[in-house]
């Protein structure tokens, strides 16, 4: 993803005021909007907030290899997960066009379904050597997902070369009220894995793996993702954060 450097919301948006949620030690089902995360992630829910990234103005990072823009391939994958979802959960698209939303506008909307999972799907690019899935997080509510998906994602692309599971403060990864996470589904700056990307096989599987990673994330809540991440007590993403905090 060509992220517009890791921008953030100018004040704190009044959507994302405090709300009280589930403590900690509250029932495993662990629904509702809270603004810290520091909570259990989310076990029984039923509505998944699907956000392709980029869109309009915003192409994203675009491959120098096949011409495809990120903005598309995203679309592409989040309507594929969409499929892949339909029946089992209720679905919210943020944008099932091409069209811009700001990503503040992205963190209100998503907070209009407090009893949701908000995933932010991606593609990057970087350095021509890098490839493979990362996932980014930051609440500790989102931290058993996170692993799940990019469990799912590497068992479509098994690749090393890159960042992992990474835990940063974005704007949608830090912002929403609801658990959040950023998947970034492989580098488009590497030849090989940009003509994957560009394989409409290629993404179907990615969209399998990651929805087979929400429904056990709904059935089982963050059993068997590890111990749980410590509370980092830290505000939202803002302007002035600086680059890959």
């Known amino acids: 993803m060509r992220f517009l450097p890791f921008l953030a919301i100018l004040a704190i948006l009044p959507a994302c005021s405090p709300v009280s949620g589930p403590s900690p030690s509250g029932s495993s089902a662990n629904l509702g909007a809270d603004y810290w995360g520091d909570r259990p992630g989310p076990k029984g829910f039923s509505t998944v907030i699907i ?14 290899y096949s011409g495809q823009t990120e903005k ?11 499929s892949e979802l339909s029946g089992t959960f209720r679905t919210v698209m943020m944008r099932s066009d091409d069209r811009f939303i700001d990503l503040d506008d992205r963190v209100v909307f998503a907070n209009k379904y407090p009893d949701a999972i908000l995933v932010s799907l991606h593609f990057n690019a970087g350095s021509t050597s890098r490839r493979g899935p990362e996932t980014y997080w930051w609440r500790v509510d989102s931290h058993g997902l996170a692993t799940r998906c990019q469990q799912a994602m590497k068992s479509v692309a098994p690749y090393s070369s890159n960042a992992g599971q990474v835990r940063r403060r974005l704007r949608l990864t830090r912002n929403p009220s609801i658990p959040c996470v950023l998947l970034e589904g492989g580098y488009m700056s590497n030849p090989a894995e940009a003509a994957q990307i560009n394989s409409a096989s290629h993404r179907a599987k990615l969209a399998k793996a990651i929805a087979g990673a929400i429904r056990a994330q709904a059935a089982n809540g963050d059993a ?3 111990p749980r991440p410590a509370f980092i007590k830290a505000p939202p993403s803002r302007p002035t954060d600086p680059a890959g905090s």
């Not at 956000?51 to 120098?64: E, P």
């Open 51 to 64: 956000d392709a990234g980029h869109g309009g103005k915003d192409s994203g990072a675009v491959s120098r």
């Open 72 to 82: 598309a391939a995203n679309l592409d994958l989040a309507k594929r997960l969409q």
């Open 224 to 226: 068997g993702t590890g």
